[in-house]
C-alpha cells in the first residue's frame, strides 16, 4: 500500500507538470535556440539505500560542461549559457525533476540529492539522510535562500568550500527534515519554496 507521502507526491507531480506543460515547451524551445546539445542534463545523484539514479534538470551549461571544468558550478561561471543563468536565478532548471517523483526516484520534499562523491554512506549522519528518498526541495534549500553560489565564488576552492561550509549545515538540516516529516511540514516547506520562488529576496531566508 502506498505511504500519504507517496500519494501526496504522485499527485502534486502529475498536476504542476499538466499544468507548466506549456512551460515545458518554452523553456525545451528557448535552451535548443540558445546553444547547442540536449534539453535536459542528466546528473548522476545518491538516492534513497545509497542507490545511484540520474536527476533530470533543463540544460543550462554548455554541451558536455562536466568536461571542461568542476563538477561544483560557481559564481560566474563562463560554461553557463545564457538562458542557464536565467533558469537558474528562477529555479526553472529544476522542473523535469518531476519526472524522478513519478519514477518514485525523489519526492517533492527531502533532502536534497547530492553527487556520489560528495556522500559517505559510512557516516551516521549520512546513513540517517539516505534512509528516505531525496527530495526537490528542503529544509537546506530554503535556509540557504539560493544564495549557495554566493559562498562558491573562488573555483580554486570549490570543493573545500563546499565540503566545509556549505554541506555541513545541509545534511544537519536535513537530518531533522527525516526526523520530524509530516505531510504538513511539506506543504509548509513547498509553500515557502514557491514564495522564495516568486520573490527571491536574500532577506526572505527561511529560518528552519
Known amino acids: 500500500m502506498m505511504s500519504l507521502k507517496r500519494i501526496f507526491d504522485l499527485a502534486a507531480a502529475t498536476t504542476v507538470l499538466i499544468i507548466l506543460f506549456p512551460v515545458f515547451l518554452f523553456l525545451s524551445l528557448a535552451i535548443k535556440l540558445d546553444s547547442p546539445g540536449p534539453i535536459f542534463y542528466k546528473a548522476r545523484r545518491i538516492g534513497r539505500g545509497g542507490l545511484l539514479f540520474y536527476m533530470y534538470k533543463f540544460r543550462t551549461m554548455v554541451a558536455q560542461a562536466d568536461r571542461s571544468g568542476p563538477a561544483l558550478t560557481y559564481k560566474a561561471d563562463p560554461r553557463i549559457t545564457r538562458v542557464g543563468r536565467w533558469l537558474r536565478k528562477v529555479r526553472l532548471d529544476e522542473l523535469p525533476q518531476l519526472i524522478n517523483v513519478l519514477k518514485g526516484e525523489m519526492s ?101
Not at 537546506?140 to 559562498?151: G, I, K, N, Y
Not at 573555483?155 to 520530524?180: A, C, E, F, G, N
Not at 505531510?183 to 536574500?202: G, H, M, S
Request: net charge negative; hydrophobic share 50%; aromatic share 6%.
Open 108 to 208: 517533492m520534499v527531502g533532502p536534497r540529492p547530492e553527487a556520489p562523491e560528495f556522500v559517505r554512506a559510512e557516516q551516521p549522519l549520512w546513513s540517517q539522510v539516505l534512509s528516505i528518498a531525496p527530495g526537490m526541495c528542503g529544509m537546506a534549500q530554503l535556509a540557504f535562500a539560493m544564495d549557495e553560489s554566493e559562498v562558491l565564488a573562488d573555483v580554486s576552492t570549490l570543493d573545500h568550500d563546499y565540503l566545509t561550509q556549505i554541506l555541513p549545515v545541509k545534511l544537519q538540516l536535513d537530518v531533522r527534515y527525516v526526523h520530524t516529516q509530516s505531510l504538513l511540514l511539506d506543504i509548509t516547506l513547498l509553500a515557502k519554496t514557491f514564495w522564495l520562488v516568486v520573490r527571491p529576496n536574500r532577506s526572505a531566508a527561511v529560518r528552519v
